[in-house]
């Protein structure tokens, strides 16, 4: 796990710098730590949209598809995985 991932789901971190995180992950192309993020049930839905988003920025196709099927996270997301992809 890089280092801005394990920022973005700590549990005592401000908005900023979880924002800050994610953004990191999404710069750096690491489609793969922002599905991760996508399904931790502990992080606010606001920063997994966030993450979201930032696959559909990168390309993240495969990952897009891979939530939009994925039934243990919430349907909001997967719908939403499925109008980005």
């Not at 599905?35 to 920063?47: I, K, M, Q």
């Not at 949209?49 to 939009?68: D, I, K, T, W």
């Given at each position: 796990?890089?280092?801005?991932?394990?920022t973005a789901v700590k549990k005592r971190v401000?908005?900023?710098?979880?924002?800050?995180?994610?953004?990191?992950?999404?710069?750096?192309?690491?489609?793969?730590?922002?599905?991760?993020?996508?399904?931790?049930?502990?992080?606010?839905?606001?920063?997994?949209?966030?993450?979201?988003?930032?696959?559909?920025?990168?390309n993240g196709r495969e990952q897009l598809e891979?939530?939009?099927?994925?039934?243990?996270?919430?349907?909001?997301?997967?719908?939403?995985?499925?109008?980005?992809?």
């Amino acid at each position: 796990m890089s280092t801005h991932f394990q920022t973005a789901v700590k549990k005592r971190v401000s908005h900023t710098h979880r924002r800050d995180a994610i953004d990191r992950l999404i710069e750096r192309g690491e489609r793969t730590n922002l599905a991760l993020l996508v399904r931790t049930s502990g992080l606010d839905g606001e920063f997994r949209r966030y993450a979201l988003n930032g696959l559909a920025e990168c390309n993240g196709r495969e990952q897009l598809e891979e939530l939009a099927d994925n039934t243990t996270i919430e349907p909001s997301l997967r719908r939403r995985a499925d109008d980005l992809r």
